[in-house]
């Protein structure tokens, strides 16, 4: 391995925690075509068992290091080619750790375009800076006069030149700008004030109408807030010292590095140079640093909430293959009624108007009764949109005319968001051309209550609202974050080959959407794969793509037993032995823990699987196709509790958790308003995460702490003591997301209305802005 990729792997193994041959090891794996997926699965040997997560940071800092490796390659070239590369600075640029450092040591030999520094050295002032710096006694004016000429007319024009030679020498100085840029990470506020005759349009950024908050700990949350109120003009922001205190040791700084010591005319001549130079020059590259780095941090805190809560939703528990009906609740327009069998197929669709102004109650029940019992219903899938607590209690009402005796339908309230968004796409239209675009919401919203994977990956991740900020965070690094996440979703939990979409077979390793298409396509026209093997028939999919995709395919009742494992092919060789060690067939001894308790994973391993695969192997042979999604469960609503009219403090409800913030957890608790539940609401201990207590699709029981009816604000506690009854809760507490059901043009839950919603946007909005600016803000 050369210098440069071990310096990239003793980086990133410092980073993730592991030892650089194992770094190396998976870049090798990488860098060869292997996916995270596969490797984080399949080549535990290798990584020395790096997980999934350590993978994709080491992905992601493998892609950075190699830039930054490339960037050095081409700055040591340049100078090298401007022949003014000495060994110390060969050195310095060696040793660079950031890119940030590299270009400081690079900005003095930077092609720049003409400066007032390169004018004021054309007219022969350079002499003169000289001359200050030598003779501190002198007077700057006195020795500026020998530079006058016909460019140079006046002292005032011959000093000001020399001063800004001296301030393009600092400027380039990159062990001030380190120095400079370390005390100001440090030190350095985030200064918000509101731009004149702003007050009234911008009230929503109140809070930030005067605003100074320390750039080192500024949450995530209150950056993006500050961002986007200056994005839309309505403050003036600045990143710089918090009172003159602070600002005179930064200017001292810069005085040091010139090597001002005295009270000579020159030294004070100098000590006010230093002082523009900061005001003028020097502030300003401080400024546009740290607010890139600011901004970058801010985004990477949002992208990595809305990841982890994107992976909780995906990764929820699937109610199971049964016949579902599932219900988009309307009023004006109807419910909207789909029915699809235990494989997700559309079965039978249908409109009721059981709310005004048809009121057709009687009506809407026996068209539900008649569907129920026509396609022996297991499960009924109602969209938590406008109406949905009447539409419950309607479907509630309907069951109870089942006759005694009959195996009545499991009601349960589920998650809208992004249905619309799907029943609108392309692929909907490709699936049901003939069906109206409403109906197609309700066949998603059936489907995902029997498995939220599957129809989750038809929908763009920012379409399903759990993020924060997410129309302000960088584009491109949320794409990329999101699709690894659902990525790494899809492959833990595997996939029927013989009844997967092709939407859900594009985030298998090593397919994409041209080969899931093609398998899809294969299938129609071949029937239902026999075998693993039988995937190398498919058009386009070659020997590469096998080996990542294998594993993660399921086949059952397929002609090889271990086709419904996570037993990769290449290992089907040491899964016999272990079978034959049995003496069983291998039908009868998957599944069967106590045929294999006896067995020692150490005795089967060889050159080829170590210990790690052939564990792996005994624990799929024991449960094979294992299922990581937790058992499923469902929040149940209180009778009566259905607006937010009918809460009172006090009042101890069941909600599943919609969203997890920095500062805290939304929790549907069935009035068509979520609430919040602060950070410090909890637990009966300091939380740091959220996400240390709760997760996306939690099922929890909340006591409600305050209502407040006329700005939709909802605070709730997950507290077992009795702190939040008897002491007001933080401000925070008490602010909830707004009516997220509404499905207008379909984005009710990805984003919110620029005029309504200084906080966020997705799943956030105007009251959880409120919770931003007013009861999360430090001066509170």
């Given at each position: ?138 007077d700057p004016a006195e020795l500026a006069r020998a530079y006058l000429s016909e460019t140079v007319e006046t002292t005032k024009d011959a000093l000001n030149g020399a001063r800004d030679i001296l301030a393009e020498e600092l400027g380039e100085n990159a062990a001030l700008l380190g120095r400079l840029r370390q ?598």
């Amino acid at each position: 391995m050369d210098a440069v990729a071990n310096r990239i792997a003793r980086q990133i193994a410092t980073d993730i925690d592991a030892r650089p041959e194992q770094v190396s090891a998976t870049v090798a794996l990488l860098d060869g075509g292997d996916t995270v997926p596969f490797v984080a699965r399949y080549r535990k040997e290798v990584t020395g068992g790096l997980d999934d997560t350590q993978l994709r940071h080491l992905a992601e800092r493998l892609g950075y290091l190699r830039e930054l490796e490339k960037r050095r390659a081409s700055i040591l070239g340049e100078i090298t080619q401007q022949g003014k590369m000495t060994d110390a600075l060969a050195d310095a640029i060696g040793k660079a750790d950031t890119k940030a450092v590299l270009e400081d040591l690079y900005k003095p030999f930077k092609p720049k375009r003409r400066t007032k520094a390169m004018i004021a050295r054309e007219n022969g002032l350079e002499p003169l800076l000289r001359a200050i710096l030598q003779q501190r006694s002198a007077d700057p004016a006195e020795l500026a006069r020998a530079y006058l000429s016909e460019t140079v007319e006046t002292t005032k024009d011959a000093l000001n030149g020399a001063r800004d030679i001296l301030a393009e020498e600092l400027g380039e100085n990159a062990a001030l700008l380190g120095r400079l840029r370390q005390i100001m990470q440090q030190e350095a506020h985030v200064i918000a004030r509101v731009n004149k005759g702003k007050e009234e349009v911008g009230a929503k950024f109140s809070d930030y109408f005067d605003h100074s908050e320390k750039w080192a700990t500024i949450p995530s949350h209150r950056a993006l807030a500050i961002l986007r109120a200056s994005k839309e003009e309505i403050v003036a922001v600045d990143i710089g010292p918090a009172d003159e205190d602070a600002a005179a040791r930064i200017t001292h700084i810069i005085e040091s590095e010139i090597g001002i010591t005295g009270n000579g005319a020159g030294d004070k001549w100098l000590r006010d140079a230093a002082g523009w130079t900061w005001r003028i020059k020097l502030s300003l590259t401080m400024f546009m640093d740290l607010l890139t780095d600011l901004r970058r941090r801010a985004h990477a805190t949002a992208i990595e909430v809305f990841a982890r809560n994107l992976r909780d939703l995906l990764l929820a528990a699937p109610a199971g293959a049964r016949t579902t009906l599932g219900l988009d609740p309307g009023i004006r327009t109807g419910c909207k009624i789909a029915v699809v069998d235990e494989t997700g197929k559309l079965l039978d669709t249908a409109t009721i108007y059981p709310f005004q102004p048809r009121n057709d109650l009687r009506g809407a029940e026996e068209t539900l009764l008649h569907l129920i019992r026509k396609h022996q219903v297991g499960l009924i899938a109602v969209g938590n949109g406008t109406a949905s607590r009447e539409s419950e209690r309607l479907v509630k009402d309907t069951l109870k005319r089942l006759p005694s005796g009959v195996a009545r339908p499991t009601p349960v309230i589920v998650s809208e968001a992004g249905a619309s968004v799907y029943s609108a796409s392309e692929l909907a239209a490709q699936e049901f051309p003939d069906i109206d675009v409403s109906i197609r919401g309700a066949v998603s919203i059936a489907r995902r209550l029997q498995d939220p994977l599957a129809e989750l990956v038809k929908i763009e991740p920012q379409a399903i609202g759990v993020g924060q900020y997410q129309h302000d965070v960088d584009q491109r690094q949320l794409a990329q974050s999101l699709a690894a996440v659902v990525e790494d979703a899809v492959n833990a939990v595997g996939v029927d080959l013989n009844m997967a979409s092709a939407p859900l077979l594009s985030h298998i390793a090593g397919l994409g959407p041209s080969l899931a298409e093609n398998i899809v396509a294969h299938r129609d026209a071949n029937g239902a794969f026999a075998s693993r093997k039988a995937l190398l028939k498919v058009t386009g999919l070659g020997p590469k793509a096998f080996e990542q995709c294998a594993g993660f395919l399921r086949i059952n009742e397929g002609t090889e037993p271990l086709d419904a494992s996570s037993v990769h092919p290449e290992a089907y060789g040491v899964a016999r032995k272990i079978v034959q060690a049995c003496g069983c067939d291998v039908r009868a001894i998957m599944g069967d823990g106590t045929a294999l308790a006896g067995l020692r994973a150490e005795e089967f391993v060889d050159d080829s699987f170590g210990l790690p695969t052939v564990r792996d192997i005994l624990s799929e042979l024991e449960k094979p196709g294992r299922d990581p999604r937790p058992e499923f469960k469902t929040a149940t609503f209180s009778d009566g509790i259905d607006s937010i009219t009918d809460l009172k403090s006090g009042m101890s409800l069941e909600g599943t958790v919609t969203n997890v913030a920095a500062f805290g957890a939304f929790v549907d608790i069935g009035v068509h308003q979520d609430g919040l539940v602060h950070v410090s609401q909890l637990a009966d201990r300091f939380v740091k995460d959220p996400h240390e207590v709760v997760k996306a699709g939690d099922v929890v029981r909340v006591r409600v702490t305050e209502v407040d009816v006329a700005r939709k604000r909802i605070g709730l506690t997950m507290r077992k003591d009795n702190s939040a009854e008897t002491t007001k809760p933080a401000r925070g507490a008490a602010s909830s997301k707004p009516n997220h059901r509404s499905k207008s043009g379909g984005k009710a839950m990805t984003s919110a209305a620029p005029q309504s919603s200084a906080a966020g946007d997705g799943a956030m909005g105007s009251a959880l802005a409120e919770a931003l600016k007013r009861q999360l803000d430090p001066k509170s």
